[in-house]
């Protein structure tokens, strides 16, 4: 499944390419946009694998906004004027679609994402492969370095405090951390990676969810309550081992 945002300033435009998404079986639409200060401020909240993105916008033209992003995704730019395909070209957009575009050029360009998709992943998989076959110096976990983490968010490297990492939220390829009085930050990452990397401190409870133990208010069957509005499920594969701890902190019969 590819995540995918459109930004148009024109409302029928936009209409019409959110349909053509949705008649694509492995698009998913994140978010419709028709700015693109709106659209910066959906990718500050959500992963997104792919835009599909005007060029001819008020405030900020999507070309410009393009370049402004440090790792942008793919990119498939839709305009009226013909004289940008040079330009869309240079930063590397996977098509260029001309209006009007009908369903079929739509297709066309859904299915070169999906293509550069693929190849993004086998490169990126080739690469993990590569690096624990031929590095011998271990990678040393957070109880060897200080209370710290960096993570690629927002097109941005982040330091994030470990003490301060409520739970960690898996969705497909992403992960969604919540922090103590901060806004939950969304890095492409996977839950094994993170939960290797963590302290002891830290479990497992489900294939989606890492939780800091210190931060348990409430245990009650099988869901761990962190606060007032936030229940997360403790999984069948993980309930022996998250049971076999709350057993050492238990006091009575």
Known sequence: ?????????EPLALQQLVAYIRKIPFLELV????S????????NQEPVDAIFCDINMPDLNGMDFVK???VPPLIVFTTAYSEYAVEGFKVDAVDYLLKPFGL???Q????????RKEEREKRKENTQSSDASSSSIPLPSSSENDDTIFVKTDYRVVKLAVSDIRYVEGMSEYLKIYLEGQKPVITLLSMKKMEDFLPPTFMRIHRSYIVNLKKIQEVNKNR??????TY???????????????NTKFLGK
């Open 1 to 9: 499944m590819i995540r995918v945002l459109a930004i148009d300033d």
């Open 104 to 106: 079929q050029d739509f």
């Open 36 to 43: 693109a200060i709106q659209a910066q401020e959906v990718l």
């Open 68 to 70: 402004s992003l440090a």
């Open 31 to 34: 978010a419709e946009c028709q």
């Open 224 to 229: 761990v309550i962190m606060d007032a509005d």
């Open 232 to 246: 997360l499920p403790v999984g069948d594969n993980y309930k022996e081992a998250f049971n076999k701890w709350l």
């Open 108 to 115: 066309r360009a859904a299915n070169r994402l999906l293509s």
